[in-house]
């Protein structure tokens, strides 16, 4: 039986930045990495129960 580790932060960092093209702008970078980040922040809130239903 083999066991995956899964992606490390940093690995998952550069996975994003080598989808943006190649004339990307330092604040284009930061911005999807940013935006990423949320997504990601908000799917762990959902993981953990933080949520409110309407």
């Given at each position: 039986m083999s066991t995956v580790d899964p992606p490390t932060p940093r690995d998952q960092m550069i996975a994003?930045?080598?989808?943006?093209?190649?004339d990307s702008t330092y604040d284009d970078l930061l911005r999807?990495?940013?935006?990423r980040r949320?997504?990601?922040?908000?799917?762990?809130?959902?993981?953990?129960?933080r949520i409110v239903s309407h």
């Open positions: 994003i930045l080598n989808q943006q093209p190649a999807e990495l940013a935006c949320a997504i990601q922040r908000g799917l762990d809130d959902v993981d953990a129960g």
